[in-house]
């Protein structure tokens, strides 16, 4: 890696700026991104491998101020705004940090703004992967857990059913949700490990139904 010792100190400084943060956007969450980079640029060979794997350290560096702010500050702008300032401090050149910070400020599809380069379209893919599959679905459990909701129900009271509620379940994030992420992923690869991971849910939900009802 050109930038080596860049990454390793911007690996510190991300790591302490999300200790605090939830389960599902904690630190294991951005090192599961930048592994899911890593299988997507094996097929996007015109990416830029730096350039998104030092997008992927730093695209939720600011979720805990967005927390704070209970959502008023929308963590890829403020992320993208803070990965420029902790890449300056770096020293790395200009151009390739407007390049990360375009991947983090695009990262989270928001008022139709989605990454127009491949390096933000593979950081855009595996920041969904993460949601999808066996982690996915750990994840939707332990939201679930932190809202007081229901191990399972049904669709209808799922569908039914306000967010943050008994009612919020992980089948619920999955059926209002996830099984839509495979659909708005924007690299071929993205979209096929999407699918293949929400299979497996599916696969899971069913089980579950049948144990359950
Ligand atoms: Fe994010
Ligand atoms: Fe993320």
């Known amino acids: 890696m050109k ?9 510190q400084k991300v790591r302490r700026l999300l200790l605090d943060s939830g389960a599902g956007h904690d630190y ?25 794997i030092f997008a992927a350290l730093l695209h939720d560096c600011a979720r805990p101020e967005e927390h704070e702010s209970k959502g008023k500050i ?7 705004e803070l990965a ?12 390739f940090a407007a390049a990360v910070v375009d991947a983090v400020r695009c990262h989270r599809y928001r008022d139709g703004i989605l990454p127009q380069t491949p390096e933000g379209q593979v950081l855009f893919d595996a920041d969904k992967l993460d949601s999808l599959g066996a982690v996915g679905l750990g994840r939707a459990f332990l939201f ?29 994030e999955y059926l209002v ?37």
């Open 3 to 11: 930038f080596k010792t860049a990454f390793e100190s911007l690996s």
């Open 28 to 52: 294991d969450h951005t090192l599961r991104v930048m592994k899911n980079c890593e299988k997507l640029l094996e097929e996007v060979p015109g990416a830029d491998r730096e350039i998104v």
């Open 74 to 80: 929308c963590h890829a702008v403020r992320g993208a």
């Open 84 to 95: 420029g300032e902790l890449l300056k401090n770096e020293g790395v050149p200009e151009e």
């Open 144 to 172: 679930a857990g932190s809202c007081g909701a229901r191990v399972h129900n049904t669709s209808e009271e799922a569908l039914a059913g306000e967010a943050y509620s008994k009612e919020d379940t992980a089948y619920r």
């Open 177 to 213: 949700k996830l099984r839509h992420l495979p659909g708005t992923m924007l690299t071929l690869a993205g979209r096929r490990m999407g699918e293949e991971r929400l299979k497996f849910m599916k696969l899971f939900f069913d089980r579950l139904d049948e144990e359950v009802f």
